[in-house]
């Protein structure tokens, strides 16, 4: 199917070229001591500014036709897939005001198609870009694809469940259960915060639990109405593929999965990779948000409306072929001074 044109228009932009100028910090002054050793004077450690506290995070496509988003700070971020064109994700941040020079990685959750099919045509195009996954990803997507294995020059080899930090964002891969070379998704912190994302998972481990439950905004596929895919027109060995613990979740799972771990933490629940033939936004959401209700919390729409004020939690599933809006994830009251 292809994609509709996409308008950017009047979408948010990020003050990126406030900090080309920034002053260098004068040095620490040093005082001596005849009876002592030399010490430093420490200056007083200053709280973040507000808008040094700001989580953007930019949807440009999730399905089985290419999974891209974006997440940064103020002065800069990463990619989460590289499965969307190339123009596309570089025209969608240019629109938002992402400076493309402060972009600095791609990391990959596993190595099927709609996930990594234009990762070294990004990285070609924007040398300065790093594409960070496991050994065992980067084999796959060597063996499986006809992609340049001058992709190699840009890999950076991360290991699940070790922290890295790309810029202001410290990164942690986790273990999921899907049938690719190797699987992951992807905990990331950032002023006390965690963004996490896990896609393409046929169930939920207690690994996987455990960053999930910690998250503040979570990225969570609800791929298919088991309904829709029963009574659909797909081979009975592919829809036997789709509900094995290596395959995809449906509705009733995410929804059962969420009610278990919602708590006042999350704010931010976003359903992901929705099939186009076994599922539609209004089953996924209608699933989630009949769940949520019955522990009691007011589900928003994640439009910033007066009502979603009101609410505990946003919930939205996430467009296939369009970005979404540029999402600003401000600190709650109570995080103010952590």
Not at 18 to 36: F, G, S
Not at 131 to 142: A, E, Y
Request: charged content about 25%.
């Amino acid at each position: 199917m292809s994609r509709r044109k996409i308008s950017f228009e009047g979408q948010m932009r990020l003050p990126f070229e406030e900090l080309e100028n920034e002053e260098p910090k004068p040095a620490v002054p040093i005082r001596r001591n005849v009876y002592a050793a030399a010490e430093i004077a420490q200056p007083k450690k200053e709280a973040k500014e507000p808008a040094d506290r700001l989580l953007y995070y930019l949807s440009i496509g999730s399905g089985s036709s290419g999974n891209c988003c974006y997440l940064g700070t103020k002065k800069g971020g990463v990619l989460i897939d590289a499965g969307v064109k190339t123009d596309i994700v570089e025209a969608a941040l240019r629109s938002n005001g992402i400076d493309l020079k402060k972009v600095t990685a791609v990391v990959l959750t596993h190595d099927h198609s709609d996930h990594v099919k234009y990762v070294y045509t990004l990285v070609r195009n924007n040398k300065h870009m790093r594409v960070f996954c496991t050994n065992r990803v980067l084999s796959g997507i060597m063996r499986r694809h006809s992609i340049s294995k001058r992709l190699k020059d840009f890999h950076m080899p991360i290991f699940k469940e070790i922290p890295f930090t790309i810029g202001e964002l410290e990164v942690t891969a986790f273990e999921v259960p899907h049938d690719g070379s190797d699987n992951m998704g992807f905990s990331i912190a950032f002023d006390n915060r965690r963004f996490v994302l896990a896609t393409d998972l046929g169930a939920v481990t207690e690994r996987a639990r455990h960053y999930m439950s910690r998250a503040n905004y979570l990225v969570i596929e609800a791929n298919y109405d088991l309904q829709m895919l029963r009574l659909g027109r797909y081979p009975e060995y592919l829809k036997a593929r789709i509900q094995t613990e290596s395959g995809h979740m449906d509705n009733t799972q995410t929804a059962s999965f969420l009610k278990e771990i919602i708590s006042p933490r999350l704010q931010y629940i976003f359903l992901c990779h929705l099939s186009q033939d076994n599922n539609t936004p209004n089953k996924a959401l209608t699933a989630v948000r009949d769940a949520l209700q019955e522990t009691g919390k007011i589900v928003g729409n994640a439009e910033e409306t007066i009502a979603d004020r009101q609410a505990d939690v946003q919930l939205m599933a996430l467009p296939r072929f369009e970005s979404t809006r540029l999402f600003v994830f401000r600190p709650r009251q109570e995080d103010q001074h952590s």
